[in-house]
């Protein structure tokens, strides 16, 4: 069992920045796959970007490809989501999830484990 805290979402002006985190409880954590997904309001869950357990291959949606990084410290239990050039279509609630994958997945039905979601806001 995994459980996931996502924490770092606010209120940012566009062309801001904020990083995310997504802690993790269990002695696993180094075996999972992390993701990150987002749900705007209305709108259908939406992959954003994962890291491999290794931490050695990664993957982006094409509409943050260039503008976030995700990043892994299996030491520290944590996933990051380092989001800079932040556009008001960004805004969205944030989840990060885990999922026993071999290699990097961008599928949500991948994904074993969800945190709570964290809010994401983008002013113009």
């Known amino acids: 069992q995994v459980q996931l805290v996502e924490s770092g979402g606010g209120l940012v002006q566009a062309g801001g920045s904020l990083r995310l985190s997504c802690a993790a409880s269990g002695r696993t954590f180094s075996t999972y796959a992390m993701g990150w997904f987002r749900q705007a309001p209305g709108k259908e869950r939406e992959f954003v970007a994962v890291?491999?357990?290794?931490?050695?291959?990664?993957s982006y949606a094409d509409s943050v490809k260039g503008r976030f990084t995700i990043s892994r410290d299996n030491g520290k239990n944590t996933v990051y989501l380092q989001m800079n050039s932040l556009k008001p279509e960004d805004t969205a609630v944030y989840y990060c999830a885990a999922g026993f994958i071999d290699g990097v997945a961008t599928i949500g039905r991948s994904y074993d484990y969800w945190g709570q979601g964290t809010q994401v806001t983008v002013s113009s």
């Open positions: 890291i491999s357990w290794r931490g050695d291959m990664t």
